[in-house]
């Protein structure tokens, strides 16, 4: 029951602040933008002028899978950045400004506290990324062609993982550091490193959750992948995020907060 209270107040929060109506808002525009651009290229280059008389612009419009794997890499860039700076003050904002004591010497556990605020963080991140998913598949089959609802669903629940990974850095890190700024930068530079890896070294680092983006693109554009692979991201991201909460709740419970 505590929990539920602790999971209330913080959608209350979101609501206040308008984040539940922005963030969602934005996913949207962002997967809207993906298959209209793709659509619409031509006409904009043509638009934009300082084209040789007589020019033809003739740019082959990609298939539809493609579509939904390039809108994934645009909530991997300003989706993810978008979120994190959201969340970035999650628990060093109210340990600033003495919120946070005022909560945790009444009868709320510091478990509570920290799963509560990762509960709020994910019905955010999961439903914005829904929205916006959702439209970026109603405007390709609208425009461009079908894509297979299995498709969809897979790389949207692979990729939702990898935002779980990085929604736990960013709580575990604004645990840790009482800039919030600090918080983002040090979030997005892990899940870019990680990436990164995962990318340069697919055999060495194909199995940790940097490489969940990519399988996810693959699932949505039906590209084959590495399935032992997959399965040991899968493994080590669950991993990862249980380890990113425990460890917040014992830096918490280590310097309870309440300073």
Do not use: C, H
Not at 5 to 20: A, C, D, G, P, T
Not at 68 to 85: H, N, R, Y
Not at 195 to 215: D, E, M
């Amino acid at each position: 029951m505590r929990l539920l209270v602790m999971i209330q107040k913080e959608l209350l929060e979101l609501v206040r602040s308008l984040k539940l109506i922005w963030v969602p808002l934005v996913f949207l525009l962002l997967g809207i933008m993906q298959p209209v651009s793709n659509y619409y290229m031509p006409v904009i280059l043509e638009q934009a002028g300082n084209l040789p008389e007589g020019a033809v612009i003739d740019i082959p419009l990609p298939s539809a899978p493609s579509v939904m794997a390039g809108t994934l890499s645009q909530f991997g860039t300003m989706g993810l950045l978008v979120l994190v700076l959201v969340f970035m003050g999650t628990v060093s904002t109210e340990r600033n400004s003495g919120a946070a004591s005022l909560i945790l010497v009444k009868p709320v556990t510091i478990t509570s506290f920290i799963l509560s605020k990762w509960l709020a963080m994910l019905i955010l991140a999961w439903g914005s990324l829904a929205l916006g998913y959702a439209g970026a598949w109603y405007y390709t089959e609208l425009l461009i062609g079908s894509v297979p609802p299995m498709q969809i669903i897979t790389s949207f629940l692979v990729y939702g993982l990898w935002i779980t990974v990085v929604m736990s850095f960013t709580l575990l890190f604004s645990t840790l550091l009482r800039s919030p700024a600090g918080a983002a930068f040090s979030s997005l530079g892990l899940a870019a490193l990680i990436t990164l890896l995962a990318s340069l070294l697919p055999k060495q680092a194909g199995w940790s959750p940097g490489a969940l983006g990519g399988f996810a693109s693959k699932l949505a554009a039906n590209i084959e992948y590495g399935t032992a692979d997959f399965g040991w991201s899968l493994v080590s991201s669950i991993i990862v995020i249980a380890a990113a909460l425990i460890a917040a709740i014992g830096v918490l419970r280590a310097s309870p907060a309440i300073d």
